[in-house]
């Protein structure tokens, strides 16, 4: 059996992200009520995983950390396909930053137990750092590859994979149990059917927390993370609104005698 | 002399910046990250070091010196001609456990993204992504600037050390090149204790006309309405190109002619 753990984050909402402010005085986000969804790159994580499922004898774990309202990420997993869903929450994992979430859940896959390939979205729309599946795989002590576009050669325990690169990319041999962090480009995430939301009823999630990880509390959340949140402030900008109006082509026109008299061109 | 002093004041660590280069050419942000860590080292009255790791890379070195690099650690071999995420790691680690760099930044380009937390991870410390500003506070931490949410956050890594981040191409500008300036020049030594799980076997690169997105000097930004932009270029000299949306709104489309 080939074991594929797929990890997922719920994030706020991207079409009602613009709700989220900065509150100047206590210099802290005001979330006002932006639902959480399945970030959508996670969507191509877990594609990924299916595709290969048709093709190998593979057996899908979802895995994510988060408040407990997550587990509804976790459910729609399932109902994709996958076999088997663990949502990693406690008080004590919040705050985290990168490396403490990277820690967190690579505790958490070492307690799932044996696996060939760990596969994540290449960046969350919320954080957007790129770094989780790097530094989880660092934790494990297996390899990486980032921006995975294609995966060209699998099935053995050496398998080949591309990955995107400025204007090009990176062809590139690695050898299972490793970590691979997906783009948008490696295939179209499928929508959800009605009997894998009924399949998916019968799906356990596992809920874990700090004294099921037993891990110490200041290794993880916000005590675990290295980096933290020094100030928080609006950016006043001044911007200039001008309207032009005319033809299409008198209006590139002024545009451009603006941008000459300001310089810039 | 201040023999009064109870508490020596400890000496930072120095200032890091990890080249990057690219068939042998170093690659502008690179330069651009030296330039702005000179300031940073300046203030911190420590010394501007440079990793840069390739394959026939001795002729371009005095470029990093020329940018403001007190001294270069080099690995030149062809092994490392490709970015190779164990052995770059495993070079840059064993190098930062020996000498304690105070700041490490690296440019955010896709190796950049990727060698960033393999590194950070394995130092056990705080890694920023995407900065728009640096610059060090009252106290000497190191301020990590990122947008957020329609305003500015600030990142530090009060505690561990170094203090990490990737900054994209283009967030500060090329210094000006000192050619008169030298500096030191340190061979670095390929670990042989390399696991050798993971290889770039090739880097195929898609050769775009006129210039890159990176390195244009103008930036016009269109949404919705691009056709106007297009009619602009049309007045003006310039190359049009289309990204996707990165969400999940319209994507133009990019195989459509534009002038």
């Given at each position: ?39 959508l ?9 299916l ?88 934790f ?65 999630i ?24 020094a ?35 | 002399?201040?023999?009064?002093k ?38 911190l ?14 002729e ?20 490392l ?9 495993e ?112 880097i ?5 006309e ?9 930036v ?40």
């Amino acid at each position: 059996m080939f074991k594929i753990v797929v990890c997922v984050k719920a994030v706020p909402d991207p079409k009602e992200a613009h709700k989220i402010k900065i509150d100047p005085a206590t210099k802290t986000l005001t979330r006002a009520d932006v639902p959480l969804v399945l970030n959508l790159l996670d969507k191509n994580a877990m594609e990924a995983a299916l595709q290969l499922k048709k093709s190998l004898d593979a057996h899908i774990t979802i895995l994510s950390m988060g408040p407990p309202p997550a587990d509804n990420i976790v459910k729609e997993c399932l109902a994709l396909g996958a076999d088997q869903g663990f949502l990693l929450s406690d008080r004590a994992f919040g705050g985290a930053d990168a490396y403490a979430t990277a820690y967190t859940l690579a505790k958490g896959i070492e307690k799932i137990g044996a696996f060939d390939l760990i596969i994540c979205g290449m960046a969350s729309s919320d954080g957007s750092t790129e770094w989780v599946g790097p530094e989880m795989a660092t934790f494990l002590k297996i390899p990486v590859v980032t921006r995975v576009t294609d995966i060209v050669e699998f099935g053995e325990e050496w398998w080949k994979v591309k990955a995107s690169l400025e204007n090009g990319y990176r062809l590139i041999r690695i050898k299972l149990p490793a970590v691979f962090t997906v783009s948008r480009e490696l295939n179209t995430p499928k929508r959800l059917s009605f009997s894998g939301i009924i399949k998916a009823r019968k799906k356990e999630i596992t809920q874990w927390g700090l004294d099921e990880l037993a891990v110490p509390e200041e290794s993880v959340g916000q005590k675990g993370s290295p980096t933290i949140v020094a100030n928080l402030a609006n950016i006043d900008s001044k911007r200039k609104v001008e309207i032009i109006t005319g033809t299409r082509e008198e209006q590139a026109e002024q545009l451009v005698q603006k941008l000459a008299d300001a310089g810039v061109i | 002399m201040k023999g009064s002093k109870t508490m020596m004041e400890k000496q930072p660590g120095p200032v890091w910046v990890i080249a990057e280069q690219i068939d042998c050419r170093i690659l502008p942000v690179s330069l651009q990250l030296i330039g702005q860590a000179r300031k940073l080292a300046v203030e911190l009255k420590a010394s501007l070091e440079t990793i840069l790791l390739g394959d026939q890379m001795d002729e371009q070195i005095q470029q990093l010196f020329a940018a403001g690099a007190d001294c270069v650690y080099l690995g030149n071999a062809p092994d490392l001609a490709y970015y190779q995420p164990e052995i770059y790691t495993e070079i840059i680690v064993k190098l930062a456990k020996e000498h304690h760099p105070e700041i490490i930044l690296i440019g955010s380009t896709a190796m950049g993204t990727e060698l960033a937390p393999l590194v950070a991870a394995r130092l056990d410390t705080g890694l920023t992504a995407h900065c728009i500003d640096i610059a060090l506070d009252d106290n000497k931490i190191l301020e990590q600037k990122i947008p957020a949410y329609g305003g500015l956050m600030s990142i530090t890594c009060p505690e561990k050390r170094p203090q990490m981040a990737t900054i994209a191409a283009g967030v500060f500008l090329k210094p000006e090149l000192d050619e008169s300036k030298t500096g030191e020049i340190i061979p670095l030594e390929i670990p042989d204790k390399i696991p050798g799980r993971i290889q770039t076997l090739e880097i195929v690169r898609e050769e775009t006309e006129g210039v890159s997105l990176e390195s244009a000097p103008i930036v016009v930004a269109g949404g919705a309405g691009e056709e106007q932009v297009v009619e602009l270029l049309d007045h003006g000299r310039g190359r049009f190109d289309v990204r996707p949306v990165p969400l999940d709104g319209a994507v133009l489309d990019p195989d459509r002619p534009y002038a």
